[in-house]
């Protein structure tokens, strides 16, 4: 019992930290907790893959690079992996995928310069930013295109933003200066795209948020003497990944 109520005593009190953020970024279509400002949050592991390997590391797959923002993979094995890590079906009918990166026009930030306190007892320490090209694999939109054709069109995705990690805990308010983030907000992206479907052939368009990930550790203060009580992570659009899946 006593144990018991240590760990409701602790989500308590990390439930009051507050933090404040930049406004802005899209996050991901994650389900929604009912809380105030509609904070969204979610457990470690949510199924995240990092595109941006796929641009940055050629001595793990065979893809033709173009102009740092695009890429082809047409490696049967990377496909496959692909594949897997995406839930697709009918990986042996994929021909190529490939990957358009979408960068929004700014990341915003706060006016407001005066940060909060996060709590006499709570403190956030050890912020690192983890780049961008972060996804979730389960959060998309979803379109189907027959060849042959010419597509061009305006495509929108509306998104909130995530926390995820070890805490497991929901906020009801803003959370932390140091990350620049507005939690609970939601934004509709949109931009032109375009692209040809070959005849004889289907590309599904897939559309997910481009993530910037950014982890922090949350320390209590007890007796004079700082614990470590795990780490979370915050993740903000920075833009949009186009995934053609050809078949």
């Not at 082809?72 to 042996?92: C, H, K, M, Y």
């Not at 995705?157 to 805490?167: P, Q, Y």
Request: proline share 3%; hydrophobic share 35%.
């Amino acid at each position: 019992m006593v144990d018991l109520l240590k760990k409701v005593s602790k989500l308590i009190g990390f439930a009051v930290l507050s933090v404040s953020l930049l406004a802005g970024f899209s996050g991901v279509n994650v389900p929604t907790v009912e809380a105030e400002n509609e904070v969204t949050r979610t457990a470690e592991p949510q199924n995240e893959l990092q595109i941006s390997d796929f641009f940055n590391n050629s001595n793990h797959l065979s893809a033709r690079d173009t102009s740092n923002q695009s890429v082809v993979i047409t490696d049967r094995g990377t496909i496959n992996a692909i594949a897997e890590a995406q839930s697709l079906a009918d990986p042996d009918s994929i021909k190529e995928i490939q990957f358009d990166s979408v960068p929004f026009n700014s990341e915003s930030f706060s006016s407001d310069i005066n940060p909060l306190a996060v709590s006499s007892t709570y403190h956030i320490e050890s912020v690192k930013d983890l780049g961008t090209g972060w996804i979730f694999t389960s959060n998309y939109t979803s379109h189907i295109f027959d060849g042959p054709a010419n597509v061009s069109q305006t495509f929108s995705k509306e998104d909130s933003h995530a926390i995820t990690g070890e805490l497991g805990l929901k906020f009801p308010k803003v959370v932390e200066l140091k990350f620049s983030v507005t939690l609970g907000e939601k934004r509709t992206e949109s931009t032109t795209y375009s692209f040809t479907v070959p005849s004889n052939q289907t590309i599904e368009l897939r559309i997910y948020t481009n993530y910037r990930k950014k982890s922090c550790e949350i320390w209590q203060l007890v007796g004079g003497l700082d614990y470590n009580e795990g780490t979370d992570y915050i993740h903000t659009g920075a833009g949009l990944y186009f995934q053609q899946i050809k078949r």
